[in-house]
Every structure is written in C-alpha cells, then in structure tokens.
Nanobody
C-alpha cells in the first residue's frame, strides 16, 4: 500500500507560482509512475503531468507545457509540481496519483493510489 499526501496549494495571483509536493509513505516510489491530475468545479478530472520514477521520463498536458515542471526527489520519496505563470483557468483541486508500473498513463482510472487533493486558486 502507498499513502500519498499532497501539500503546497493556496491562493495566488495570475502570473504567480506555486510548488506542490506529493509525499509517499508505505513504500518508495521506485518502480512507480506518479501523476498529477486536477479537477475544477463541474468538470471531469484531467491529466496534468506524469513522471516515470525509473529514468525520470515526463509528459505534460498541452495546457501546462512550458509552465509546469514535474520532478522527483528520491531521498525524500517525494514528487513535486512546480507551477509558473499561473492562470485563472488553472484553478482546481490538484491530486497526486501513483501506480506500480514502468509504463506511462494519462487516465485517472489507470492509477491505483490517490492523495486527498490540494486546492489551487488563481485570481485574475
């Protein structure tokens, strides 16, 4: 079992930055793929980015490419999401998710473990 805990959300003005963290307990992220998803009110949960722990391969949704960066810290068993140039449309609850695999997945249904979510609000 993997327990995921997100942190780092908050309120920021458009153009600002936030860094989200996803810390794992129960086991290490080694051999896992870890993704970030977000869900705005009245909308479906959508893919933001993902990282394959082995090799550090990353993928991004077009809507965040060039503004968001996913990274990992093996010593801390933590995945980060650095969000720059934030826009009001980035406002959502952000979720960290994980799956034991070396493949890359983009759909929420493909992930087994989820954090509780952290609210990100970008004001205009």
């Amino acid at each position: 079992q993997v327990q995921l805990v997100e942190s780092g959300g908050g309120l920021v003005q458009a153009g600002g930055s936030l860094r989200l963290s996803c810390a794992a307990s129960g086991r290490t992220f080694s051999g896992y793929v870890v993704g970030w998803f977000r869900q705005a009110p009245g909308k479906e949960r959508e893919f933001v980015t993902t990282i394959r722990w082995i090799g550090g391969i990353t993928y991004y949704a077009d809507s965040v490419k060039g503004r968001f960066t996913i990274s990992r810290d093996s010593a801390k068993n933590t995945v980060y999401l650095q969000m720059n140039s934030l826009k009001p449309e980035d406002t959502a609850v952000y979720y960290c998710a994980a799956r034991a695999s070396t493949e890359i997945y983009y759909r929420p249904s493909e992930y087994n473990y989820w954090g509780q979510g952290t609210q990100v609000t970008v004001s205009s």
